[in-house]
Every structure is written in structure tokens, then in C-alpha cells.
């Protein structure tokens, strides 16, 4: 199975255009997750949904919004990039019904706001 | 507020065993994550620990004190393999993971 993929790996994207990043899981999960990740910091989550149909705002939501309207896809759009949302951007999922509920993290895209 | 911390870099030996340690201060616990990511990957699960004691899965230990709120991640017989960084995360009360800022691990032959 593919797991969690991601698209495009990397982008470079002039201040102020638009853009979706898109994830795709195939493994069935109700939850998933968008963070970015800055040199010297944690993961920051941006937006959450714990089931399709519903969304929630992380720690960093500013400047993000995202969409869940199946299970499978979760893509999160920049409706006005600045520069300080260069970062690298991981999709995660995890299946909360029991266990650890560990989660699943995509492999990320690189972007570049200039 | 909420803070994980553990050590920005550390160097170990080939072969050697290293222990990697991680504190937290959370609005709530529900669970402490290790993730291993290499440079350039993604993070990928490594143990979970929610009671206090020793968790043990092959040359990978994760301990946990909750009323220390302190654990720590025990690597055996080291291997070059093993070079990446170590994340520490808390579930907290509202079910989200608070992450640390990772612990880079470098191993010399």
C-alpha cells in the first residue's frame, strides 16, 4: 500500500499567489493532520480533522485553511503566501478507534515562498 | 504553557549505547511518542509509552515517569543506520500531540 502520499514534493511560489498542497492516505484513517516543520522548532500542527466532514485549527492556523470531504484527501490551501510559511509541510493520519494511534506522516513538501 | 525539551545534538560511538532524554511540562497526558526521522525523510513511529516503566522493542528502549514527566529513549549497539534525529511528542488533553524540537544523533565509527 502507498500509505500517505503527498503533492508536489517541493514548490517554490511568489508572495501573495495561491496554493494547495495535497495529501492522499489509503489506509482508511478517520484523523489527519498538517504540520510544518522549522530548523530548531517541533512540529507545528496547522489543522486537524478527526473524521471526514469536520475540521479544527492547530497551533498555527493563521494564513491556512483545509478541507476534509472524504476520508481519503486532506489538502491544505495558502490563500495568500508570505514569506515566513516557508517551511516543509508533512500530512499525517492516524486511526484513533484504538491503541497507540500512532501516526502515519507523509513524505513532505519542501516549499519556498520568495 | 506547553514545552518538550530534550537535547539539541548528541554524538555516540558504533556499537555503543546511547540514551536520548526528553522532559515535558503538557496540559494534560495522554501518551509519549518517540519518532526516528531521518535527514530529508519523514518522522516514522518508534515506541509509545503511556504507564511508567520500560518499554523494550528490539535494540530500542522507551522509558516513562509521569510524575517526573521525563522519558527517555535507550539505543543499543549503535549502527551507522542509526544517525538521525529523535523526536520526543505528548498527547495531551485535548488529544494532539506537542512536539519537541527532535534530538540530532550522530554516530562515529
Known amino acids: 500500500t502507498a500509505g500517505i502520499t503527498q503533492a508536489p514534493t517541493s514548490q517554490i511560489l511568489a508572495a501573495g499567489r495561491s496554493m494547495t498542497l495535497r495529501c492522499t492516505q489509503d489506509?482508511?484513517?478517520?484523523?489527519m493532520y498538517w504540520y510544518r516543520q522549522d530548523l530548531g522548532l517541533g512540529l507545528r500542527l496547522i489543522h486537524y480533522s478527526n473524521t471526514a466532514g469536520t475540521t479544527g485549527k492547530g497551533e498555527v492556523p493563521d494564513g491556512y485553511s483545509v478541507s476534509r470531504a472524504n476520508t481519503d484527501d486532506f489538502p491544505l490551501t495558502l490563500a495568500s503566501a508570505v514569506p515566513s510559511q516557508t517551511s516543509v509541510y508533512f500530512c499525517?493520519?492516524?486511526?484513533?478507534?484504538?491503541?497507540?494511534?500512532?501516526?502515519?506522516f507523509g513524505p513532505g513538501t519542501r516549499l519556498t515562498v520568495l | 504553557g506547553q514545552n518538550i525539551d530534550q537535547p539539541t545534538e548528541m554524538t555516540a560511538t558504533e556499537g555503543a549505547i546511547v540514551q536520548i532524554n526528553c522532559t515535558y511540562q503538557?496540559?494534560?497526558?495522554?501518551?509519549l511518542f518517540w519518532y526516528q526521522q531521518h535527514a530529508g525523510e519523514a518522522p516514522t513511529f518508534l515506541s509509545y509509552?503511556?504507564l511508567d516503566g520500560l518499554e523494550e522493542k528490539g535494540r530500542f528502549s522507551s522509558f516513562l515517569s509521569r510524575s517526573k514527566g521525563y522519558s527517555y529513549l535507550l539505543l543499543k549497539e549503535l549502527q551507522m543506520k542509526d544517525s538521525a534525529s529523535y523526536l520526543c511528542?505528548?498527547?495531551?488533553?485535548?488529544?494532539?500531540?506537542?512536539w519537541g524540537a527532535g534530538t540530532k544523533l550522530i554516530i562515529k565509527p
Open positions: 503538557t496540559s494534560g497526558f495522554n501518551g
Open positions: 509509552n503511556v
Open positions: 489506509m482508511r484513517h478517520n484523523a
Open positions: 499525517a493520519s492516524s486511526d484513533t478507534s484504538g491503541g497507540p494511534n500512532e501516526q502515519f
Open positions: 511528542a505528548v498527547r495531551d488533553s485535548n488529544y494532539q500531540l506537542i
